[in-house]
């Protein structure tokens, strides 16, 4: 007997094997029909699984309602797409096909070059399977039969995939549709004809499992939804964040730019771009002065063993810049280490480093090897060499700035009369994205944070958090961004990712949690694996005007960092005794880089005036008027606004047409009318034409909206 426990706390019991679709049927025909998946005790599922003989299970039945269900219906489209490609071209070697943010994309080895030109006979062939509405099978084989099975297809990255990454699985799962059958973890949708609306989207170029050194593939993408009008939404929105780009934004008013002979994913700050990052920092900046936080500057650079002790290294070295080697050959040494795992054989790699002990090199700097080197063997040769390279100072260029923080805090005893203890600083970090994830400035390798961190006693967590996520909502809100969620990011208990004890995370989670059930945070949900290596956080995501999601305001806590096992942070208790403190991360904009970028498509280049880069352009009917115009552009300069002046011989219209292109906030326009009078006519280049007014008039309208950071629509 099997007893299926649902969501609304009925259950059903069951004497015979069921699928999760004869359990919909049961409740009802609507319900069935609608069922494209389930939840078996918190794990995703086909409808078509078969649920345990006897027991008990909690199942939720998921339909197009849930937020599972259009990751699922993509997948599925996925698979369809590439039995069209199967169908419509020869030698079609199958790599990955996952989903993606914004739809799906499918890897594909084969000769012939996919071009747009082949989309609509693609689609079509999609429509025509969709319309045969076959079912998805799911089909599960032993490992050697797999192999075998795969083989026979001609799928030799698939082979080589079930050799090398799923080495570990003694069965694997397939879905077949019709004659196309891909090897796939699953679930999908029951049938095809559940897609109801799928575009293609774009063919960019990929290399297998990512490494450059493979064999180059065509990555085709794609989007799917439940219905077309989901699908026509969403092709307006992708239009429209076309328009707002900031890469393009950015360029056509001169606020950044990136060099490739300086670097890819360094950001170079335009004096329009430096502007608005300027008066960020100043709004920020006052903030955290009136809430109590005390200003510091760390270096850029530390001693690997710092990080060593973070934790930050060795667990994020894929994605941090290789250490710097002071040594003058500890570098050549490392660069020596790096290549062995890239073909250089342990005996070239004892042949080379013996090169640096000889008498050509100075004895100051010449490695020590053992008087009896040449006894050793090859593999005791390169543990002496690793112990050498482990002896000298290597630093990099920092990954994150909380070790700096910790460092600052332990410069000196401190008491709890000190706490809580709240440390910012704008700072600068690099990481080492992959150069296919690089995006402007949304995705860069270095960036600076608007980064602090608060110690604090345990007793003053829950305030110190709460005043994190208060500050976070109020400088979101300052610039209009009040259409967010919070996601709560804690761990995965299956995952040996995160360091620190099973007790410790449970406190630190419930801890958060608490706070922020008690603020009514909108749409707070929970989502394990998301927390950060050393602690759970609150991630806010913020929606943009065209609809967008982009994650940015973060605030963490962390009771690892100023453990005894990592940097053994203290403080002097009232009891006179020493305890440990707890460590709060926040930034609320996540990096200036980003946070810019994003404001920008978001404005849509149009920023508000108390962040616009030119606020303000005097522009006269007629050189007649220049000078009267010369002392309006000084009236507004001495009253701290930033402004140009436009005195060229062309007709007014053609200077408020180049005004409103630059997207500037205000124009000033002076004729003789203004200069007799002492005016100025004001146009707006949301409202237009607002008529002449004096200008200490004119000049009090634009101090309030820059005072009290005006958001208005276009």
Known sequence: MLKVNLPDGKSLDFSHRVRAADVAAQIGPRLAKATLAAEVDGQLVGAAELLPAEGQVSLRLVTAKDPEALGLLRHSCAHIMARAVMRLFKGVQLAFGPTVAEGFYYDFDMEHKLSEEDFPKIEAEMARIVKEDEAFERLELGRQEAIDFLRDLGQSLKVEHLQEGLSEESTVSFYRQGEFIDLCRGPHVPRAGAIGAFK???????????????????RLYGTAF???????????????????????????????????????????WLPKGAVVRHELEGFLYGELISRGYQPVNTPVIGNVRLYQTSGHYPYYADSQFPPLCLHPFAGAVQELLLERGKGLSDDQLVALFEKYTTDEVPARVRPAIPANWGS???????????AWMDEQDRYLLRPMNCPHHVTIYKSKPRSYRELPLRLAEFGTVHRFEQSGELNGMTRVRGFTQDDAHIFCTEEQVADEFRGCLEMTKFVLTKLGLSDYRVRLGFRDPASD??????????????????????????????EHGEAAFYGPKADFIVTDCIGRPWQLGTVQLDYNLPSRERFNLEYIGADNAPHQPVMIHRAPFGSFERFVGMLIEHFAGAFPLWLAPEQVRVMVVSQKVEEYGRSVERQLIDAGFRVTGDYRAEKIGAKIRDAQLGLIPYMFVVGGREAEEGKVAVRDRIAGDLGAMPIAEAIERLRTEVREKTIRSK
Not at 235 to 243: I, N
Not at 376 to 386: G, N, P, V
Not at 502 to 517: H, I
């Open 226 to 268: 439940f219905t077309k009008q989901q699908l026509d939404d969403h092709l307006r929105q992708l239009e429209e964040a076309k328009r707002r780009d900031h890469r393009v934004i950015g360029k056509q008013l001169e606020l950044f730019f990136i060099d490739p002979d300086v670097g890819s994913g360094l950001v170079f």
């Open 200 to 218: 293609l989207l774009s063919v960019a170029g990929a290399y297998w499992k990512g490494d450059s050194s493979r064999q180059q593939l065509q």
């Open 497 to 526: 990712k995160y360091v620190g004890s099973a007790e410790t995370w449970n406190r630190a989670e419930a801890a958060l949690e608490q706070v922020c059930r008690q603020m009514d945070l909108p749409d707070l949900h929970v």
């Open 376 to 386: 050793l063997s090859t593999e005791k040769k390169l543990a002496e060499i690793q």
